[in-house]
């Protein structure tokens, strides 16, 4: 492989600790090194920005759902064809991109590792199919377990080892990452026409509650010694107060430790805060609790977030949180799918328009950079926009500029319709920070890479790990003469490379990478009565075989990277 | 205004996708500028200059730019999309998407039209002395917003779900209509003076509908609300009053709901 050596750049890397400074990166084999010969080839990062490649930690971007949006939404691709050129193929689509789109938009934007963060277990093959037709960047998918019978009826009777020997499995034959969990119980209660909204709603039929099913996940996945922790969608997303069941998500997580040997430390991850962090109780006194849910995660250190950026587009909502979908049309009278999963989960889609004119969309966009500029902790605070359900992932340059610009900020709001009640509604116009580029790193690189426990892997660019860079048109000592050229420089890098590969230059792909599909091979005891229990249920309930059910072989997901988990010692 | 006259001499033999032939992409060209205005045929891209002769040239803006086409082009797709000012005359039949995204200027049609002409709107006007094809006035697919402003005249008969999600504007036909008029729209008004077919505002939502003849098949989700006078285009006439469709959402207005209106002739 190419040795390059990248020379002259501002390098932000938390991981070494470097805040600027002028360093060279070396690239070998793939990985970062020491040292390079002399015939390395030679990047000039003069008055540029080099940071690791920046990792998702939170996006739809592969799977059932995602397609849905894609067929019943072919005005979103209007007028957005991009025809084959170069290394890249025809793409399209907006909110909910074809999949070489979605791989070239990532990585021109620096991003070298997605999660797609809701995977339903039966239909891991089409999940693992896109993935794949996703070109350049490592991707691993987190499959839904919150409102999985097994895992209901193993933690009525808190049987934590057998739905740990469950999860197990089912990450071997779905090739999943994480264990996720959207709206826990309510997206069963859905299936009766109801839904949970408190931690403490019994789930219809299975006699269990949201919060026996959370912190029984978050036993199961520190049982195990996962990579990542037990990621939540909470209950009662996107209501007003909603933020209540929030803080009594939050603290299901207290008195329980990180055991694993990535170097995790957090035992939850709170996925789009955003969402779940409104106050009021209707849509006319509609009001941030941002403060509030910040606050109890800045003093508890085993919980990390994302933000979910509201970016004020036209976009495709899209969850597994099935009744919300369902409400979501009732407000909007738009579209809408729903579609049950069996024994696992549901989901629904339904588009929708965050428009600056409208009071609440406003409110929305101020409560994720509250979040944001409210975290005293970039390390546990990641930025996403829960892509597309708060705006687009390729708005991510957008967010980048509000929370590094007050001016960007104050110029938002002064365009607001509703400008005053954005202001009284939220704190957004008292916040002066701005986000700093070690922060960002830190927000982007190296805190989800540790939260997803890559910290060895990706998210740095210590010697050792996978050469993953993204460089910047961004010189750190000029001044910002206009907020907007922010933007520009973190919408197009100048060079990408990933794991020693230049996938891009000024901004054009320059190449297609080695892209691989990253999944968890837990190995536990063996467990003959979860076994039967596996086939049982195929046996009776589920509508395709075992056998058809694995993400198995080449077909699905030809470049494996598994991190291995040996839990047999427990 | 300056006239550019673009005659087909070499017609294609596939379809050729030419939204480049609208006085936006006009202005400020020369003829042997707008001969190099991009076109596909098929997915083989090329120039409008392969097929057409192109005489005269444009105004400085789209507002001083009239185009006169002439020749064969029922196998051209996107005459004068996106338009939104100046003028487009077309002297022969046209393919889908005539005047469609259109925001301003006029548009004229001497012959007939097919699909989706003025699809999603939102402002001028488009006469089409022939007949119009399906889709009229409607929205893309997938898209809940349809045609919102201007005006559309069809001297001829129009096809199938006319405007489908209409929400503004204006569209009249003198001659008959095939089934699904205005379905799931929220606003404008349709007027028929010819037959209509069946379903006719099924989801109706809000907005007008005047049909001069007759219904071959009424929507079980209108009623009957009185009778109503109404003047279009200059003469007075009596109708029957329906509202509807009942099945579907309304708004509320100052505590009263607000229907959809159907008026049928007596």
Redesign the interface.
């Known amino acids: 492989m190419t040795e390059y050596i990248i020379k002259n750049g501002h390098v932000f890397d938390p991981v070494q600790g470097i805040k600027g400074d002028k360093k060279d990166i070396s690239i070998k084999d793939g990985k970062i090194v020491d040292k390079v010969g002399s015939g390395a080839k030679v990047i000039d990062a003069k008055g540029m920005t080099v940071m690791a490649g920046a990792v998702e930690i939170h996006s739809h971007i592969a799977g059932p759902k995602v397609n849905l949006g894609r067929i019943?939404?072919?005005?979103?691709k209007?007028f957005t064809c991009t025809p084959t050129k170069g290394h890249e193929r025809m793409g399209g689509g907006n909110s909910i991109p074809t999949t070489f789109k979605t791989g070239y938009e990532y990585a021109k934007m620096g991003y070298t590792t997605a999660m797609e963060a809701a995977m339903p277990p039966m239909f891991s093959r089409h999940v693992h199919e896109e993935i794949r037709d996703t070109p350049i960047i490592d991707e691993g998918a987190f499959p839904v377990l919150g409102n999985n019978w097994f895992v209901m009826e193993y933690l009525k009777n808190n049987e934590v080892e057998n739905t740990a020997a469950y999860i197990a499995w089912l990450l071997r034959a779905t090739k999943g990452y994480a264990v996720k969990v959207v709206n826990p119980g309510g997206t069963e209660a859905w299936a009766w026409g109801l839904n949970c909204l408190t931690v403490n709603d019994p789930v219809p039929y299975f006699d269990i509650t949201p919060a026996e099913i959370v912190k029984g996940l978050i036993q199961a996945n520190e049982y195990l010694g996962l990579p990542h922790s037990m990621h939540i969608h909470p209950n009662n997303l996107g209501n007003p107060g909603c933020y209540e069941t929030t803080l009594d998500t939050l603290k299901l997580a207290e008195g329980f430790k990180a055991k694993n040997k990535f170097g995790r430390e957090q035992v939850m991850h709170l996925t789009h805060t955003q969402f779940h962090s409104y106050g009021g109780d209707t849509w006319a006194n509609f009001e941030s609790k941002a403060k509030e849910v910040t606050d109890y995660v800045n003093k508890n250190k085993n919980i990390t977030i994302d933000t979910g950026n509201v970016t004020l587009d036209e976009t495709t909502t899209m969850t597994a949180d099935g009744p919300f979908e369902h409400h979501l049309t009732g407000l909007n009278?738009?579209?809408w799918a729903n579609v049950d999963v069996e024994l696992e989960t549901a989901a629904g889609v339904v588009p929708y328009i965050y428009s600056p004119n409208i009071s609440v969309c406003a409110i929305q966009w101020a409560i994720g950079l509250e979040i944001a500029l409210m975290s005293k902790d970039p390390m546990r605070c990641f930025i996403t926009t829960d892509h597309p359900n708060a705006g687009p992932f390729t708005r991510y340059p957008r967010v980048i500029k509000w929370l590094m610009s007050t001016k960007a900020r104050e110029a938002q709001v002064n365009a607001f319709k509703h400008k005053d009640k954005v202001l009284s509604a939220t704190s957004i116009g008292s916040l002066d920070r701005e986000i700093s580029l070690y922060e960002l790193a830190q927000m982007t690189r190296a805190g989800p890479a540790k939260s997803l426990g890559l910290t060895s892997i990706c998210g740095g660019l210590k010697p050792g790990m996978d050469a993953d860079v993204a460089i910047y048109n961004f010189n750190p000592e000029k001044p910002v003469a206009n907020p907007d050229d922010i933007e520009t420089a973190f919408s197009r890098c100048a060079h990408v490379f990933k794991s020693g590969v230049e996938v891009v230059t000024n901004g054009e792909i320059a190449a297609t990478g080695n892209k691989r599909t990253l999944w968890v091979n837990a190995k536990v005891n063996d467990n003959p009565q979860v076994m039967r229990d596996i086939n049982e249920k195929f046996l009776k309930y589920y509508s395709i075989s075992q056998a058809n059910y694995e993400s198995l072989g080449h077909h699905f997901v030809p470049n494996p990277f598994a991190l291995e988990v040996d839990a047999t010692h427990v | 205004m300056d006239t550019v006259t673009i005659t087909m001499k070499n017609p294609p033999a596939l379809y050729l996708e030419a939204d480049t032939i609208s006085p936006d992409a006009f202005a400020g060209k020369a003829a042997s500028q707008i001969a190099e205005l991009p076109v596909f045929e098929g997915n083989t891209p090329s120039t409008l200059g392969n097929y057409f002769e192109i005489s005269g040239s444009a105004g400085a803006t789209a507002a001083d730019t009239k185009i006169v086409v002439k020749g064969d082009v029922s196998k051209v797709k996107y005459l004068g999309m996106k338009m939104s000012a100046g003028e487009l005359i077309i002297e022969g039949n046209a393919d889908l998407y005539v005047g469609a995204w259109m925001t301003g200027g006029k548009l004229l049609a001497k012959g007939n039209v097919e699909a989706f002409a003025g699809l999603a709107m939102k402002g001028g006007e488009i006469t089409i002395e022939g007949n119009a094809g399906n889709y009229l006035g409607a929205?893309?697919?997938?898209?809940?917003r349809g045609m919102s402003g201007g005006k559309i005249l069809v001297k001829g008969n129009a096809g199938s779900d006319l405007g489908m999600y209409m929400l503004g504007g204006e569209i009249t036909v003198n001659g008959n209509v095939d089934v699904h008029v205005m379905t799931h729209a929220e606003g404008g008004r349709t007027i028929i003076k010819g037959n209509a077919a069946s379903k006719v505002g099924g989801q109706l939502v809000e907005g007008d509908i005047i049909i001069f003849g007759a219904i071959d098949v009424m929507m079980p989700g209108f009623k009957p609300a009185g009778e109503a006078e109404l003047e279009i285009d200059g003469v007075k006439a009596k109708f029957a009053h329906y509202i509807g469709d009942t099945g579907e959402?309304h708004k509320k207005k100052k505590g009263q709901i607000v229907y959809g209106n159907l008026y049928q002739k007596i």
């Open positions: 019943y939404r072919p005005e979103d209007l009278h738009l579209k | 929205a893309y697919r997938g898209d809940w959402r």
